[in-house]
């Protein structure tokens, strides 16, 4: 049984996309969430999973969170829309068992400021015929780990940023479930 916990700063709408997912896969479990907004859409969703809120003192000035993920037994952190910067820490202790969502196809349209509608922005301003999704491993320089997972989809000359947003989304509802859950099958039972 592999333990997930998922980590979201926003709406939520992906975390609650993985918590159907995994409600019907016997070989995995989310067992906890995890979030840096008090306003977060996901605690709004009453998901039913235990939630742990934290600040930024907690979260880059103690072990506080790695010890709670680590006696959590968690084998697999997903970042579903989680806008700060993983600590050095706690990328060491879940060494390529962070995963993240990221709404382009990176290496374009990546890093620093690259979140949510600025990504869409930046895509349409840029003239591109295509976007998509990226699923890749979180390493110490963020968007720069190794990629899980791609797909695309088309930006028409009349797309605005909310239409290109939209058709992001749902390829990442579509498809995050799925390649973290393909990706699981990859891992060793974690080392405790
Ligand atoms: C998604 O667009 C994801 O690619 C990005 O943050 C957004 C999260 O949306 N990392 P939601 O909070 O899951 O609805």
């Not at 980590?7 to 840096?36: C, K, M, W, Y």
């Not at 349209?109 to 600025?118: C, D, E, R």
Request: net charge neutral.
């Amino acid at each position: 049984m592999h333990r997930l916990a998922i980590f979201a700063s926003g709406s939520g709408s992906n975390a609650e996309q993985l918590v159907r997912h995994f409600a019907h896969q016997p070989q995995a479990d989310i067992t906890l969430l995890a979030t840096n907004n008090a306003r977060a859409g996901l605690i709004d969703r009453k998901l039913g999973i235990p939630t742990v809120l934290f600040d930024r003192n907690t979260f880059y000035h103690t072990d506080r969170i790695v010890r709670l993920l680590q006696q959590s037994e968690i084998d697999l952190i997903v970042l579903a829309g989680f806008l700060w910067l993983i600590p050095p820490a706690l990328v060491r202790a879940f060494p390529d068992r962070i995963v993240n969502i990221h709404p382009a196809l990176l290496p374009k349209f990546g890093g620093k400021g690259m979140y949510g509608q600025h990504v869409h922005e930046a895509v349409v301003a840029a003239g591109e015929t295509e976007t998509g999704i990226t699923i890749h491993l979180v390493n110490e320089r963020y968007d720069e780990g190794r990629t899980l997972f791609q797909a695309s989809c088309p930006v028409l000359p009349t797309d605005s940023p909310t239409d290109v947003a939209r058709n992001v989304l749902a390829l990442e509802h579509r498809h995050f479930p799925l390649v973290v859950d393909a990706f699981l099958a990859t891992l060793s039972p974690r080392m405790v």
